[in-house]
């Protein structure tokens, strides 16, 4: 048979049995003017491409710069190819040399003054990016369908986004998150004192609905500011997840952590992370 009809044939099998044939993955380069953040910014879209028009999860990452070093779109066909996760959408937004600006928590800057552009920043993604994936790609549009993650401060980013938008992100995923991120300068005597997030989880009245996956590794750095014997990205980490327990978060039901033995503050444990969140986010159980 002719490769033209054994592809019909393909095609025809697949759309019987009601399974989408996966082709290879393509990494679509955008460029996107941002009246936000006055400037362009670099989006990368890994698409699968299916035979049958179908609408798809997306996945949005911080920092996306790094899914080109992690090899993401090799993982994601695999992941899709071996049925472990359905058809999906992912997107890396690059950061430039902004970065520090840029991502950070929306309500206050922290005590250097790091992150005042975060509240653009988070319009941009929520006015600017998402309608712009939802005009080009047949993504979903619905915070169940959408997740937010990033990678150190991008993670930050991330949690905090999600949380001031429930109504467009139903998960969110912290790789080696910055969750020392401080609203005063680091003292002594209160050395786990003043970390934005945790405080914010901690006095709010209401909490968003919302999923958390978070990710860190035993060599994600040396400093161990309380001299508890643990390091502060674990930490920081473990305090989260314990100040969302105190809210009312399931912890296994909305409540995901992988500590990685070995693991450092890069791109190369990132990727060894990043089947088991995508796993996670797309619903299905590592």
Known sequence: MPVSGLSKLFNWVSDFLRVPAIRPVEVHEHHLDSRYLERRLQVDVYAPQSVRSTSFPVVIFHDGQDLVRMNAAAIQQELMASAACPPFVMVGIHANERRMQEYGTIQQADYAGRGKLAPQHARFVVEEL?????????????????????????????????????????????????????????????????????????????????????????????????????????????????????????????????EITGGRHEPATWAVALPHFLRWALGKQP
């Open 130 to 258: 998402l309608p712009y994936l939802q005009q080009h790609y047949p993504v979903e549009s619905t915070a169940a369908q959408t997740t937010i993650a990033g990678f150190s401060l991008g993670g930050l980013a991330a949690f905090d986004l999600a949380w001031h938008y429930p109504q467009h992100f139903g998960r969110t995923g912290v790789f080696s998150g910055a969750l020392w991120w401080r609203s005063r300068a680091f003292s002594a005597a209160d050395p786990d004192g003043h970390r934005i997030l945790h405080t914010q989880v901690a006095k709010a009245k209401r909490v968003p609905a919302l999923r958390f996956w978070f990710q860190t590794g035993t060599l994600d750095e040396t400093d161990d500011r309380n001299h508890n014997g643990i390091i502060d990205s674990i930490d920081d980490t473990l305090d989260l997840i314990q100040a969302l327990e105190t809210k009312g978060y399931h912890p296994v039901k909305d409540l995901q952590y992988l």
